[in-house]
């Protein structure tokens, strides 16, 4: 398939990032390739980007659009998990030399191609999809597993951790009742119980009563937010004095964990305010770029409605 994605913010990143001849980037979520091609174009001919995606279609999108830039090694294509970000670096550069980066940008939505897919249920567009919403085709484990194999309370903790959704013991006593009777296979078949709890209200709700469920499952299939705490540290060890991080979120769990991040690396003491002298010893690494949240402007909306909830933030490393 055509493995289509329009960058969020993409002007907006690029004035952060701020990318100069001869510089080094990483692109932790290559997706179609918007952030790599506007950095390449800027680097020259010495910079170099290394762009990673979990997803094989787009590692394979990005070997068809940037033949060129991989031949000149200006562009390095991994397919792998963000998390593994220091083994990364460790197989792909050499070992002799210490590799810091100008800049890393990470976006952490999921692209046009993924919501397009029908072989994936990331989209409740599509009823007879398979419900599956793992980023990696070769994932152990789907959203049809979790909603037909674990028990109500875990998926209560799911629905309430990673989707914020007031209604999710409704919601899950119901797809425990419902599983009971059909395994639930298809997206169809998840609507289906969702909408014997949304009932009435649906008309009323300014999203999708399947909005908030699909994304928790989402996020619990591909173990998202521990991936992103897992990779902050990992990028910031990567930066070069004045190097930057760009985060573009596109809901709050993710958004907070950055948020949080960043406020922790911009402070000289984390211990609670109750001790009366420093016992961490923790010194500010980062500088915050935003200290309010960038969001699309109302242009790239219309343009692009999938950015409306998109927030951008950006440190540097001090």
Do not use: W
């Not at 309430?160 to 395994?183: C, D, F, L, M, S």
């Amino acid at each position: 398939m055509e493995y289509n994605h329009t960058p969020v913010m993409l002007k907006e990143v690029m004035e952060y990032l701020d990318p100069m001849p001869g510089e080094k980037f990483i692109d932790c979520t290559l997706g179609k390739g918007g952030y790599s091609k506007a950095i390449l174009d800027r680097i020259g001919g010495k910079g170099q980007v290394l762009a990673i995606d979990l997803d094989s279609l787009a590692i394979e999108n990005g070997k068809i659009n940037f033949k060129t830039e991989i031949k000149n090694k200006k562009l390095i294509l991994v397919n792998d998990n963000f998390k593994n970000l220091s083994e990364i670096i460790k197989k792909n550069f050499s070992r002799n030399e210490t590799v810091k980066f100008a800049g890393i940008v990470f976006d952490l939505g999921l692209s046009s191609a993924q919501l397009q897919d029908q072989s994936r249920g990331f989209s409740f567009q599509v009823a007879e999809a398979p419900l599956n919403m793992a980023f990696n085709q070769d994932a152990v484990i789907s959203a049809s597993n979790i909603v037909n194999e674990f028990d109500e309370d875990e998926l209560i903790k799911i629905f309430k951790n990673y989707g914020e959704e007031k209604n999710a013991r409704r919601i899950a006593r119901e797809i425990v009742e419902y599983r009971k009777e059909n395994p639930i296979k298809t997206v169809g078949q998840l609507l289906e119980a969702i909408a014997k709890v949304a009932g009435r209200q649906t008309r009323a709700l300014k999203i999708h009563p399947a909005t908030k469920i699909f994304q928790a499952l989402r996020i619990a299939v591909n173990n998202e937010l521990e991936n992103l705490k897992q990779v902050l540290p990992q990028a910031l060890e990567l930066l070069t004095e004045k190097g930057k991080i760009a985060t573009v979120a596109f809901h709050s769990l993710e958004d907070r964990i950055v948020k949080q991040f960043f406020k922790n690396e911009s402070r000289d003491c984390l211990c609670p305010p109750i001790c009366p002298v420093c016992a961490c010893h923790h010194k500010a690494r980062l500088k915050i770029l935003t200290p309010k949240v960038i969001t699309p402007s109302k242009e790239e909306i219309i343009a692009n409605p999938r950015a409306r909830s998109a927030k951008l933030r950006v440190a540097q490393k001090i």
